[in-house]
């Protein structure tokens, strides 16, 4: 009986081992698993960061060339602007020239008539 019960405990003790040693073996598989889970998540959001910033400077590169077209367009249009009041003021000028000039004209033929 106790040479029986003996050979039931090694028995037990070599399938209680085994157990262990397959559960060892799926415990490392399983943290290599993660590991490599891990790195790829690090890789994933290493190329995620990078393409933000590379967006994030050829956006920062577009905004400033829109800038830089926004303030050209408004010194032409501060210039046209000043040429619009330039034309304004001659037009002014020569209306007036052109009234004295026409005043200039009936006088001197209100005199020829005479």
Do not use: P, W
């Not at 830089?68 to 009041?85: R, V």
């Amino acid at each position: 009986q106790l040479h029986l019960t003996m050979s039931e405990k090694n028995e037990l003790t070599k399938s209680l081992e085994m157990v262990q040693k397959e559960l060892q073996e799926k415990e490392s598989e399983m943290k290599r698993e993660i590991s490599e889970y891990k790195d790829r998540l690090l890789q994933a959001e290493k190329e995620h960061q990078d393409a933000l910033t590379e967006a994030n400077r050829k956006n920062e590169v577009e905004i400033e060339a829109c800038q830089d077209k926004i303030n050209s367009l408004e010194h032409f249009i501060s210039s046209q602007k000043l040429e619009i009041e330039h034309l304004k003021s001659n037009k002014e000028e020569l209306n007036n020239s052109l009234k004295e000039a026409n005043l200039t004209l009936g006088e001197l033929l209100k005199t020829k008539v005479r």
